[in-house]
């Protein structure tokens, strides 16, 4: 009797298992918009430092979070069908890339929360309301909080080719607030007595006749403005330098070791893994209006002496002092 009994409760146990089963929560798995100028393959290192941010969080893809990846591949043009896409997904956040993939996001929502990894002055652009009440759906780094940062720059390839009198800039006029950047270092320069010849590229397919020009200007060196188009194509950007034998300064690190002469501005790789954190943030429930924009705090001078050396430029010891890594 006993025995029928242990059956009986067997019965009713196995009974209750997939109830039981059944009322567990399904864990959530989150969509994540990306999106970015570049090529997957061009990309890939700050792709990587952002995804290895997340994993850090806890964060693993096919697990608990599914990406959405557009890549305009170069072409600014395909940036807001890419955006409109992510919006009509209506992913839980997206991550942006610098100022144009931002007004192209803006542009396709203002609800789903966004995050932003190299934005240039974003309150100057329009993205948000202040660095410290962002408001609205945009949230995440600066990497130059200010126009400012061009003139530093401008100081820079001075010090490094002294006898310049007249210095190029190499612009794309579309961001907003890019001509505000080109009025900054146009300033900086008549400071030093220096002229500028601005040249227009808005896309890969104008470097060769941009550079021409600049050749033609006689130009000492030449300030390359912060974009994606000229960051995504940076080995085509530095190639065409060195054959036209321009002493460039670029924002980022990656330029020069592709081969540029000297580079002033913030780490990439760390606002892409710092970017992790802000969607960490929205998707615990944080609104992005209230999450202060991070600046950058530390920007970072590498020179590359071997492209100094190939352009017969003798830089100056102060300024290898200056130098947070030289590249020999």
Same mark, same amino acid.
């Given at each position: 009797m006993a025995f029928v009994r242990g059956l009986a409760g067997l019965a009713v146990l196995l009974l209750a298992l997939p109830l039981a089963c059944a009322a567990q929560p399904r864990a959530k798995v989150y969509r994540i918009g990306y999106i970015q100028t570049a090529t997957p393959e061009e990309?890939? &290192? +700050?792709? *990587?430092?952002? #995804? #290895?941010? $997340?994993? $850090?969080l806890g964060y693993v893809e096919g697990g608990n979070v599914v990406f959405e990846r557009r890549f305009a591949w170069g072409d600014q043009k395909r940036l807001p069908e890419l955006a409109t896409e992510l919006a009509a997904l209506k992913v839980d956040v997206i991550v942006t890339g610098g100022n144009p993939v931002i007004v192209a996001v803006q542009r396709a929502t203002r609800t789903i929360p966004v995050v932003m990894t190299t934005s240039r002055d974003p309150v100057g652009s329009g993205f948000v309301a202040s660095l410290a009440r962002p408001g609205g759906n945009?949230?995440?780094?600066?990497?130059? &909080?200010? &126009? #400012? !940062?061009?003139? *530093?720059?401008l100081e820079l390839l001075l010090a490094a080719v002294p006898c310049a009198s007249s210095i190029g800039l190499l612009w794309n006029p579309l961001p907003p607030a890019a001509k505000l950047y080109r009025d900054t270092v146009g300033s900086a320069a008549r400071k030093h007595g220096v002229v500028v010849h601005a040249v227009e590229a808005r896309g890969r397919e104008d470097f060769e006749r941009a550079f021409a020009a600049l050749t033609q200007y006689g130009v000492g060196g030449v300030v390359v403005l912060p974009d994606p188009v000229f960051f995504t194509a940076r *080995?085509? !950007?530095v190639e065409l330098a060195a054959k036209h034998r321009v002493p460039a300064v670029y924002h980022a690190r990656e330029l020069v070791e592709e081969g540029g002469l000297m580079s002033y501005g913030?780490? $990439?790789? @760390?606002?892409?893994?710092?970017?992790?954190? @802000? !969607?960490?943030?929205?998707l615990k429930g944080? *609104? &992005?209006? #209230? +999450?202060p924009v991070e600046q950058a705090t530390k920007f970072e001078l590498v020179i590359n002496m071997r492209a100094a050396k190939a352009l017969g430029i003798a830089v100056p010891a102060t300024l290898r002092l200056q130098a947070d890594e030289v590249i020999e």
């Open positions: 990309q890939a &290192p +700050l792709t *990587k430092a952002f #995804e #290895e941010g $997340l994993r $850090l945009i949230t995440g780094i600066s990497a130059d &909080p200010t &126009p #400012e !940062v061009q003139s *530093k720059r *080995k085509q !950007v913030s780490s $990439l790789d @760390y606002q892409f893994r710092r970017a992790a954190t @802000y !969607v960490d943030r929205i944080a *609104k &992005p209006g #209230e +999450l």
